[in-house]
């Protein structure tokens, strides 16, 4: 989201950004970006709970929605999407809802998925990141509301990662995003431990923060891995980690359209990914530009990752394919599409309302 705030802003467009929480935010915002974090993030501990601390976030969202105006509004994820749904009733603005992962595999539960089934028909598009997720969406949402826009991938300054043609014996595995079950650390450093023996100079950097840190320390410290695995928590910067390393890999156990991944490929990372269900398959050609194995086979990826580490002329193959993600998917492409998405929205609002003053 602040990359499409920072890019309409910079091409003249006023933008608001509006969060239910109010966090520092970690991704930078260009100056003109309004913010407003309405701070009304409170866990709901009972049944009652939940029901007053979501009216009270409708009543603030609808209240920052209407003052402003919009021409549109775009939510993303889940829960957010069905406040946002809700809170734009018969204020008579466009609203686009955005999935941000597989929600054939990510559970919100019984209650909020009947929810979602409800309230999704309302909103005037639904935005999927892949074809797989937009098939599930059209068993309830009509065809022409959904649009599948990938995630957009930056241009990074420095496009060829040096660290693939470094001569040294020391290796360096890389990986990043939220320390949680989803991602699969657990099984990542199950399979470097079956690489660490072979290559004592080699070492796994895990780039991210999250609720499983105490339980993957305690897991290298089982596997004989201290020394050997480093979580240094989020950085602000990851290209310039990444450019340091010799290989990516992806180990989720699902994901939406993973931006770590994408980067790693743009900094011309050979990258190794589980296939999971949505997402991999669709930015890495098999051999092509990276390596697919089985999902969650922690032996294919042990074997995958000791292949590439022994040889130099596969990782430089990968690495100069990879780095065309940052056209396949660069920011102008994938924002023209939320641009033409917007566009028909926003006609079809006004062809609607025209159609509701001609028959009154």
């Known amino acids: 989201m602040s990359t499409m705030a920072n890019y309409w802003v910079a091409k003249g467009h006023e933008v608001t950004l509006t969060t239910i929480a109010s966090e520092a935010d970690f991704y930078p915002l260009h100056p003109d970006v309004k913010r407003i974090a309405l701070g009304v993030y409170v866990p709901s501990v009972r049944p009652w709970d939940y029901l007053r601390n979501n009216l009270h976030r409708l009543k603030r969202l609808r209240r920052v929605i209407s003052s402003s105006r ?5 939510s993303f994820v889940d829960v957010t999407n069905m406040l946002t749904i809700l809170a734009t009733l018969r204020l008579g603005v466009p609203v686009i809802v955005s999935e941000r992962t597989n929600p054939r595999t990510h559970p919100i539960g019984w209650f909020r998925g009947i929810l979602r089934h409800l309230l999704y028909p309302r909103a005037d598009a639904v935005i999927v990141q892949t074809e797989e997720v937009r098939r599930w ?13 990938p995630n957009p991938v930056a241009l990074p300054t420095n496009r060829v990662n040096r660290a693939v043609y470094s001569v040294s014996a020391a290796r360096t595995i890389m990986a990043m995003g939220r320390l949680e079950h989803t991602k699969g650390f657990d099984l990542l450093i199950q399979a470097f431990a079956l690489c660490a023996a072979k290559y004592p100079a080699c070492s796994l950097v895990i780039l991210g923060e999250g609720n499983e840190r105490e339980e993957l320390m305690a897991l290298t410290r089982e596997l004989g891995l201290a020394g050997r695995v480093s979580m240094p928590g989020s950085v602000r910067d990851p290209l310039k980690l990444l450019h340091q390393a010799d290989i990516f890999v992806l180990s989720s156990r699902y994901e939406g359209f993973p931006n770590a991944l ?11 990914s589980f296939d999971c269900p949505t997402g991999p398959r669709n930015i890495i050609s098999d051999g092509v530009d990276g390596v697919l194995i089985p999902p969650e086979d922690v032996q294919a990826l042990a074997t995958a990752m000791k292949r590439l580490l022994s040889d130099e002329a596969k990782r430089r193959c990968l690495a100069s394919r990879a780095v065309e993600v940052a056209e396949r998917f ?5 924002m023209g599409m939320w641009e033409a998405a917007l566009k028909q929205v926003v006609q079809n609002k006004d062809r609607e309302r025209a159609h509701r003053r001609s028959r009154s």
């Open 262 to 272: 994408l980067e790693a490929m743009a900094c011309g990372l050979p990258v190794v």
């Open 137 to 149: 969406t059209e068993r309830f949402i009509r065809r022409e509301a959904v649009y599948v826009i």
């Open 330 to 334: 660069g920011v102008e492409k994938v």
């Open 70 to 74: 919009p021409d549109v509004v775009i």
